[in-house]
């Protein structure tokens, strides 16, 4: 069974830092790329980065550049997603899915919700003094 897991995410004050991981059982991550995705409340899904499956192509939404870093760790089974610098609008659920094969689909530099799948229940990040 084919299954993503977001762990990591919590409280923290403006200026803070997370660490998020996305967990994959039931299937080797290093076949697909993988995505991180973010929906605040009234607000649709929106994506965050990207991160092909030969690790040589990362994406960001201009939003979150130069503040997160996507990783992976195929040995582990994990991909994670380092934010540093927080914002009150970093405030969100976020969500990890797997691309349709091993590269990220991006406009431009964001990742495209519909053209993931296997997304999984979300971890709560909230940004707040």
């Known amino acids: 069974q084919v299954q993503l897991v977001e762990s990591g995410g919590g409280l923290v004050q403006p200026g803070g830092s997370l660490r998020l991981s996305c967990t994959a059982s039931g299937f080797p991550l290093n076949v697909y790329a993988i995505g991180w995705f973010r929906q605040a409340p009234g607000k649709e899904r929106e994506g965050v980065s990207c991160?092909?499956?030969?690790?040589?192509?990362?994406y960001y939404a201009d939003s979150v550049k130069g503040r997160f870093t996507i990783s992976r760790d195929d040995a582990k089974n994990i991909v994670y997603l380092q934010m540093n610098g927080l914002k009150p609008e970093d405030t969100a659920v976020y969500y990890c899915?797997?691309?349709?094969?091993?590269?990220?689909?991006?406009?431009?530099?964001?990742?495209?919700?519909?053209?993931?799948?296997?997304y999984g229940q979300g971890t709560q990040v909230t940004v707040s003094s």
């Open positions: 991160i092909s499956s030969s690790e040589d192509s990362t």
């Open positions: 899915a797997t691309s349709l094969d091993s590269l990220c689909v991006v406009y431009p530099t964001e990742p495209v919700p519909l053209n993931y799948d296997y």
